[in-house]
């Protein structure tokens, strides 16, 4: 892939609130698509699966606290809805 994958333009239709919340979104999402890419090879949230995203959360956030989770779910739950999927998520 020459050119790098821009997660803000990619969620830019998804995304609202304040300024410091379109950037934790931003700063988690870019998290999710690193850890997916080194573990699948998938550089884009296009060729997602709902098991990857589940991976990330149950494998990569297990150690981490609650609150972190949620705030990584409702990231994940953007990302479904800008790819116009139905994928749930549960803590």
Known sequence: MSK???????L???LNGSHATRQ???????????EIARRWQRETPWVWQR????????HRM???SEA???????????????LKQSWVFNL
Request: glycine share 2%; net charge positive; hydrophobic share 45%.
């Open 62 to 64: 297990s150690r981490r």
């Open 68 to 82: 972190v989770r949620y705030y990584y779910v409702l990231t994940a739950r953007l990302l479904a809805r800008r």
């Open 4 to 10: 790098s994958f821009e997660m803000e333009l990619f």
């Open 24 to 34: 934790r979104h931003l700063h988690q999402a870019k998290i999710i698509q690193s």
């Open 12 to 14: 830019a239709g998804v």
């Open 51 to 58: 098991k990857h995203v589940v991976w990330f959360l149950n």
